[in-house]
């Protein structure tokens, strides 16, 4: 009997549920996989396998029973549950068994430029320009990210103070001072929400009460699975793995990079009067250093 768990919210839950109905050596491989997801996170086929007693045979047809396209598929999956579930101690025993101290520094590198290879290749640019829209369309904007995600929205804060006058940034110390902040949202606002695992619990109800109020949200994130996504109107994905006991965050900075190049380039002429006041300001209190002779 086949069980369609591919891409449930939970993945653990949806396998625990469907361990009754399994045969006895697709049990075997459910069994290691809940209680060593982060070993069989980067197991081949063949090795995962080896290691419970079945065929490599019998692990591709149970990611195909589990409604996976193929065991890379379910691996994907299994590697998502590990970035979510796992501690911070945790994460880093994963990575730092998978890679040699003289293989940290191209490991890391060619890690981060896959992921923004894989961004480019499967972010949804339509829903890049409608959130561009929405952004340039908005009465106020507000920028969010908590914990590590809250220097991704320091970054774009930044940036787009040069080229807005209504943007505000929530950098909130706790729960309370969050809402605070989201009391003054409107329904012709937008709010951008930025969030990566480890996700908070803070962001989540954040986007659930500005979605009460009509406010556009636009969820940055890694993946369709996120929980802010069911209260997005605008959902740009960057794809996001963990390093150690971090996360890598290349390709959502890249996405914010082309976020603010791509409304420098629709709002040009005031953004070049704004740049070209700010130069002459700069220059006159020597803001920047000189490389002149």
Known sequence: ???NIAGAGDFVRALEEALPELSKGQKRIAGYILENYDKAAYMTAQTLGETVGVSESTVVRFATELGFEGYPQLQAQIRETVRVRLTTVQRMEATNDRISDENVL????QNDADKIRATLETIDREAFVRAVDLILGARNIYIMGMRSSAILADFMHYYFGL??????LIRPASGSEMFEHLMKVRSDDVIIAISFPRYTTGIVHAVEYARKTGANVIALTDSKSSPIVPYAD???IAKSEMAS???SLVAPMSIINAIIAYI?????????ETLGRLESVWKEYNVYTSTEK
Do not use: C, P, W, Y
């Open 1 to 3: 009997m086949s069980h």
């Open 106 to 109: 191209a490991t890391i590198l």
């Open 163 to 168: 080229l807005f006058d209504n943007v505000r």
């Open 234 to 236: 605008e959902t740009l």
């Open 245 to 247: 006991f971090v996360d």
């Open 264 to 272: 420098g380039k629709k709002k040009q002429g005031e953004v070049t």
